[in-house]
């Protein structure tokens, strides 16, 4: 059974940086589109950030673009967020997800599209 560890949360100043990881295990990472997703208080479960399995595409949310950036590290079957310039409105709880791709230039930014998720970690922007 795939699973999916998340580590890097915490609280952080507005302005300043955080960088999450996720570590899979159970199955073959490098056949796998990740991504990363955040749901604040009342609100759904919305994308962030996305990579093919190869690491060659990734796509992100307009509310991260040039702040955020997914990578990836297949021989450590590791994803990686690193997030700079933080705001209040980054306020949530930050979820991996991963699902196997035929495609090694694919990505997916659905919630629907991935079958595999991590329990989630906070991350708190003061301001």
């Known amino acids: 059974q795939v699973q999916l560890g998340e580590s890097g949360g915490g609280v952080v100043q507005a302005g300043g940086s955080l960088r999450r990881s996720c570590v899979v295990s159970g199955g073959t990472f490098s056949m796998y589109a990740m991504g990363w997703f955040s749901q604040a208080p009342g609100k759904e479960r919305e994308f962030v950030a996305t990579?093919?399995?190869?690491?060659?595409?990734?796509h992100y949310a307009d509310s991260v673009g040039g702040r955020f950036t997914i990578s990836r590290d297949n021989a450590k079957s590791t994803v990686y967020l690193q997030m700079n310039s933080l705001k209040p409105e980054d306020t949530a709880v930050y979820y991996c997800?991963?699902?196997?791709?035929?495609?090694?230039?694919?990505?997916?930014?659905?919630?629907?599209?991935?079958?595999?998720w991590g329990r989630g970690t906070q991350v708190t922007v003061s301001s």
């Open positions: 990579i093919a399995r190869t690491g060659s595409r990734s």
């Open positions: 997800a991963g699902r196997p791709s035929h495609s090694a230039f694919l990505y997916y930014t659905s919630n629907d599209s991935y079958d595999n």
